[in-house]
Nanobody, 122 residues
Framework: QSQFVESGGGLVQPGGSLRLSCAAS????????ISWFRQAPGKEREGVLC????????NYADSVKGRFAISRDNTKHTVALRMDNLKPEDTAVYYC???????????????WGQGTQVTVSS
């Protein structure tokens, strides 16, 4: 079964940092665009950042500009989301997903992980 495994979530104080990691199981993510989405309780799933197979990134959430960064390591077949200066409003379940091209629309993504919880609270 093809899927993603996300890791790195947890509880962090406002202003803190976390690094999320996404690894593929059952397929090679190297040829896909990979996005991070997030979903807070009672809210719709929101695109955060995307990175193409060649390493170009796209930002879908203005609120994370200058604080979050996406990267990929095709030698390790992983994609990371670095999150700095975290705010309580960043609290959500974070998911990685794969598509043939970057898009902020979650319906265009074929593979999803189970998500990892990020909680920003003092």
């Amino acid at each position: 079964q093809s899927q993603f495994v996300e890791s790195g979530g947890g509880l962090v104080q406002p202003g803190g940092s976390l690094r999320l990691s996404c690894a593929a199981s059952g397929f090679t993510l190297d040829y896909y665009a990979i996005s991070w989405f997030r979903q807070a309780p009672g809210k719709e799933r929101e695109g955060v950042l995307c990175i193409t197979s060649s390493g170009r990134s796209a930002n879908y959430a203005d609120s994370v500009k200058g604080r979050f960064a996406i990267s990929r390591d095709n030698t390790k077949h992983t994609v990371a989301l670095r999150m700095d200066n975290l705010k309580p409003e960043d609290t959500a379940v974070y998911y990685c997903a794969a598509a043939w091209g970057c898009s902020g629309d979650h319906r265009e993504y074929n593979y999803w992980g189970q998500g990892t919880q990020v909680t920003v609270s003092s």
